[in-house]
């Protein structure tokens, strides 16, 4: 970004903490106020042991993998067909690893309503003896190269996005978008949510398989930058790129043997879901995140997820290892009838959006989305400026016009957040906490910043 | 507008001229400084004359006409079949009348190209016999209820957008959009220009009618709405909409009876080609633009559109007379191996964009254009608030994010014009000067001023 501003103001900056990022600015000739604040000395010893070269390099190399990574849409196929370990009476859910007796209402409500799908149960009760017998295994989606929104189930019998990296080689999947309100996802398990999920089996699945076939090679990084474009920011809006998905899915849908009823349908089904976009987004970054996993020295951080319990993060140089704190309560807009009470805490892998520069980060390119989250576009704004302060670079990809075409912020440092108190912001949707109800409205977040203190100690340790 | 800025800054205006819009943002609560500026004392006598009741009264009903307008696409038509007086050889074009001889060299290249594409002439040599012997009628679209990109050449042959205002009953006509770069409508007239020509008028635009006629009132106002939230601004950058009029399209393209093939065919030039919308929310604009022409005692701007060699503004109280002067020249970005020496003065019918309150009115929702136009973001944001100055309201359905939601500026009065020396600003392609070559950049400029002091002396006289 130059450092003049939106309206030919120059741009000032107060600086907190590490100087040498004062410094930087002032190199570039932007105005810069150095404050001498230091975070508690428990942290700020924490971060002086990792002020250290191989952590340097570790870092720029991170950030060049999440910035080089190149997800292209391979493949459409059946979950037990391609996800690495999904087999027997397994079921896959959204954030961190949690057993059935301490998972939330709706993360629940999707696990019965999976098991019913897969046809281990014919009633939700039956189901629900089965958990409680321990005789279906759960376990969480980034442990077999997936994410899941929301209560993020995945069973053998869904069709994912299998999403290439064509620059690092790694693969991840992701689900097929439900739509909004009574879904699966946010905890619906009612006969009208399995009927969609089983024409999603038997019909989108097979036929967005063949149409993908037909014209393969999709870049999701080409339409998830058009799409920050055109006001979205790929986590919690995805009508521009919804679209732009449904034009590249049209050649193949309409050259590949389908027939011209099931492509109706298959169109008419994205076009109403604004949102379709999102678990294809949300492969992709995972495709991109695990480029990083296991990075040795670096303090980028390579997960953050929500199983509606807790929420937990992942850092690059700690490989799979999580660090947990309880899940958050979103902010936000509801739906007609339900309010503030009757959320579940915050829930999702949709987080890996964020991990990879998109979502809440790039909120300044997605004004309009006040208008499904709450607060002023002037805050969206300030959202996305917010998060430069911890991130290690700009997105040369992912571009946003209002800040001048400025690249959003790419590669969350553990040490900032610490460092400045500023932790990543979060777009979600909310989940009703009772099982089998369903979305009830969207909102904002911040992460907590506990999880990233003990991911911290745990790096200098 | 709420008073508050874009960051959070109060807004402060500085008001020259009439005293009563001082007033008015002061009873707002916003900080204003009124200065004593008068506009030269001949357009000042002209000005104080036409500060009346029935002069307030007839322009608070052409607001209001052109706020209330409902645009739906009614049908697609041969332009032959439904717009009125398009009967033997006779063309249509863009701008005010013109003939022949003054005819810009792109408006010739598409004269030419339609007399071949109608079976009039065999050879370019012998079309151009025909015109300069006074064998083919021309005369303004705009004279039709018609409008027409650049050369906006509509022959009887090509298919139109049908667009019916539900709520005054008038109905507006445009051509179907064949793309970018070597096309008729900036003047190109190849053999691969007419037969893409001949596949609109013998495939494309039949399935269009079918697609229609499958699934009727499709609202403009509303796809023009939800672009305006996604970074378009419908006259230069028509990205979204595009894509969200293909998604409209797609139900009635599947469900009548038209073979795949073609409706795949359709589908990828419709999705190859990112202006594809301009004409259809044209004829919207046109739509919505009639509903005041002959409103009496209005001064408020009903038409603008240019030929190439002239600038013509119609006002509403003056019905159907136009005022006009030397088409500009934009200034903008070439496509590669282009300049600005190649360019052709200012053209084409898109200005009536404007005229309603899209296109560079709305530049402040459409960051992203300055990729296809120059300039900087801010640049686009500080064109939409001068129009608040010339315009007598803000389009309560338009609404532009990142100024807090506020409507676009619609509603020229040629008094505030006249006034304070700011002229609309306008969104436009660029055609080479020489017949048969095409498009070859895109850009900006301000309408000059003559005309507007002719209108304002004719109102006043």
């Given at each position: 970004?130059?450092?003049?501003?939106?309206?030919?103001?120059?741009?000032?900056?107060?600086?907190?903490?590490?100087?040498?990022?004062?410094?930087?600015?002032?190199?570039?000739?932007?105005?810069?106020?150095?404050?001498?604040?230091?975070?508690p000395a428990a942290s700020a010893d924490l971060i002086a042991k990792l002020e250290r070269p191989e952590v340097e390099a570790a870092n720029a190399e991170a950030l060049k993998r999440l910035c080089d990574a190149n997800p292209v849409l391979a493949g459409v196929e059946r979950a037990g067909d391609v996800v690495p370990g999904l087999v027997g009476k397994l079921l896959l859910h959204a954030g961190p690893p949690i057993g059935w007796e301490r998972m939330c209402g709706p993360v629940r409500g999707a696990v019965l309503g999976a098991v019913l799908l897969e046809g281990w149960a014919q009633t939700l009760e039956d189901a629900e003896s089965m958990l409680a017998a321990g005789e279906v295994m759960l376990e969480p989606c980034h442990h077999h190269g997936a994410v899941g929104p929301m209560a993020g189930v995945l069973s053998p019998s869904m069709w994912v996005w299998v999403v290439h990296n064509d620059v690092h080689g790694n693969d991840a999947y992701c689900s097929l978008n439900e739509g909004l309100g009574?879904?699966?996802?946010?905890?619906?398990?009612?006969?009208?949510?399995?009927?969609?999920?089983?024409?999603?089996?038997?019909?989108?699945?097979?036929?967005?398989?063949?149409?993908?076939?037909?014209?393969?090679?999709i870049s999701v990084r080409a339409l998830t930058a058009q799409a920050l474009l055109m006001g979205d920011e790929c986590h919690n809006r995805n009508v521009a790129a919804t679209t732009l998905l449904l034009k590249e899915l049209l050649p193949g849908l309409l050259r590949a043997r389908i027939g011209k009823g099931v492509v109706r349908k298959a169109a008419e089904f994205i076009s109403s879901n604004p949102h379709f976009y999102l678990n294809l987004s949300m492969a992709?970054?995972?495709?991109?995140?695990?480029?990083?996993?296991?990075?040795?020295?670096?303090?980028?951080?390579?997960?953050?997820?929500?199983?509606?319990?807790?929420?937990?993060?992942?850092?690059?140089?700690?490989?799979?290892?999580?660090?947990?704190?309880?899940?958050?309560?979103?902010?936000?807009?509801?739906?007609?009838?339900?309010?503030a009470s009757d959320s579940n805490p915050d829930l999702g892998d949709s987080t890996i959006s964020e991990v990879a520069g998109v979502g809440a980060f790039a909120m300044a390119s997605a004004p309009a989305i006040v208008q499904f989250i709450g607060g002023a576009p002037s805050d969206a704004i300030a959202h996305t400026r917010r998060m430069y302060e911890i991130c290690l670079g700009r997105h040369p990809h992912f571009k946003i016009p209002v800040l001048d075409f400025a690249g959003t912020p790419v590669a969350v440092d553990v040490r900032r957040v610490v460092e400045t108190g500023v932790t990543p912001i979060i777009n979600t949707g909310i989940a009703h906490r009772l099982p089998g109800v369903g979305q009830i409205g969207a909102g904002i977040l911040d992460a907590p910043s506990e999880m990233f203190h003990q991911a911290l100690a745990a790096m200098a340790g």
């Open positions: 970004m130059s450092s003049e501003g939106f309206f030919g103001k120059p741009l000032s900056a107060v600086n907190l903490g590490l100087k040498s990022f004062h410094e930087s600015l002032r190199a570039q000739g932007a105005a810069s106020i150095h404050v001498e604040w230091k975070p009574k879904v699966l996802r946010f905890g619906a398990n009612s006969p009208d949510v399995l009927a969609r999920l089983a024409w999603m089996r038997d019909e989108l699945g097979p036929a967005l398989k063949k149409a993908v076939a037909a014209r393969p090679h992709a970054c995972k495709c991109a995140a695990d480029t990083i996993l296991g990075l040795a020295n670096s303090t980028v951080l390579s997960a953050m997820a929500r199983n509606g319990t807790e929420i937990g993060i992942r850092v690059a140089g700690l490989g799979d290892r999580w660090f947990t704190a309880p899940a958050g309560m979103p902010k936000g807009l509801y739906f007609a009838g339900f309010s």
